[in-house]
């Protein structure tokens, strides 16, 4: 059965991006419920147990239709959590080096273009939804708990959470302030490891 990861940093550790309280809630609350959830659908459909997330994910479709939307909802949100929890760290922040550097510029000319476009469209995504690096270089979004591999897309490098329940305790309605301190936390080492794996490096 699926269970919620283990943070490596406090909840107190990024301050100068969320605060202690609202990373508890996030993380205990939130992600909690979509594993619990998630572990439902799979006691109801135990044809499914031993298939990790990303495989569940991946092939959605070919999934008994009772199990898709729960899967598609849960392991959702427990896959996202999972990965947005990789992608920020107290030692975070800064800009990529090497291959992942390239491979921004490459694609948007430049880091700072790559930044503004990221931010563009997470300030765009209407309701709640989710903004991706992939390791094509493309900054994707999604709706709800929606993912890129249930697209049929490569696992992405990193992501941002753009649902009010990840900021509204901190910011309110301020999602841009938001945005803009998540910059400074963007693990970025956790994010170049991805795309290693990604080129078989």
């Known amino acids: 059965m699926f269970e919620l990861p283990s943070l490596t940093y406090g909840y107190d550790s990024l301050k100068g991006f969320v605060g202690a309280e609202l990373m508890g809630f996030h993380h205990d609350k939130h992600h909690q419920t979509y594993v619990d959830k998630l572990n439902a659908v799979i006691e109801l459909n135990p044809e499914l147990k031993n298939r990790s997330v990303e495989d569940l994910l991946a092939h959605i479709n070919e999934l ?7 899967i598609s909802n849960h392991g959702g949100g427990h ?9 920020i760290s107290p030692n975070g922040g800064g800009q990529p080096t090497g ?40 900054i994707i979004t999604t709706a709800n708990q929606d993912t890129p591999i249930a697209q049929g897309l490569d696992a992405p490098l990193l992501c941002l959470d753009v649902w009010e329940h990840a900021y509204y305790l901190d910011y309110k309605n301020k999602r841009d302030d938001y945005v803009r301190a998540w910059w400074n936390v963007v693990d970025w080492e956790n994010a170049a490891n991805r795309y290693q794996a990604f080129l078989g490096k």
């Open 64 to 70: 008994p239709e009772s199990a898709q939307t729960g």
């Open 79 to 87: 896959y996202n959590h999972s990965l947005f929890w990789q992608s």
């Open 99 to 138: 291959d992942l550097l390239n491979l921004i510029i490459n694609k948007h000319g430049s880091y700072q273009n790559f930044v503004d476009e990221f931010t563009s469209k997470a300030l765009a995504v209407f309701g709640s939804g989710w903004v991706w690096l992939q390791p094509n270089g493309d």
